[in-house]
């Protein structure tokens, strides 16, 4: 009966084997996870005394957002916090604007026109969240690599 014995070298080698496959993976993934446009995403939104419809609005980091305003009373304006974009309308008129969501978190918009005694609380939130699809593969290297720990440990165990 013949020993099969794996030397220090061939151990090595197969560690190095395992280590560029994990390597060409993340690097796949990466490629795939990077967004190769961003989503258009467009919101109107209704400003009447002392309110916005719909006064939150979500979207993922990099999409492109498109903003229509409509005014159903009064003169009102939209101010983003963060962004330092505005425009405002006229009832009968719209105002609009476009952005690209590049900085992830809660901002807070603002009616930017004197509209009322209640104008200072007039307010809306845009949430910038994380993009998604990133985390879904940053989650699926994850599990890989833990895979191939615990595949390279069982390796080297029942080997030696």
């Known amino acids: 009966m013949k020993s099969h014995k ?3 070298s061939q151990s090595h080698m197969k560690s190095i084997r395992a280590i560029i496959i994990f390597s060409f993976i993340v690097y796949s993934l990466w490629l795939i996870a990077s967004p190769a446009e961003a989503a258009e995403r ?3 939104i209704k400003a009447k005394k002392f309110s916005y419809t719909p006064n939150i609005i979500t979207v993922n980091r990099g999409d492109a957002v498109k903003i229509r305003l409509l005014s159903e009373d ?3 304006g ?3 916090d963060g962004y330092g974009i505005k425009t405002s309308a006229h009832p009968g008129m719209e105002g609009s604007l476009k952005f690209i969501a590049d900085k992830p978190g809660r901002y807070t918009f603002r009616c930017s026109v004197t509209c ?3 104008h200072p609380y007039m307010v809306g939130y845009l949430v910038v969240g994380p993009n998604s699809r990133f985390w879904l593969f940053a989650a699926i290297v994850l599990v890989i690599g833990i895979g191939s720990i615990i595949t390279l440990n069982r390796v080297k165990k029942t080997n030696g």
Request: a negative charge; aromatic letters at 34%; proline letters at 0%.
């Open 116 to 118: 009322g005694e209640f």
């Open 74 to 76: 009064v003169h009102h």
């Open 42 to 44: 467009f919101f109107e």
């Open 6 to 8: 794996v030397t220090k």
């Open 78 to 80: 939209f101010f983003l």
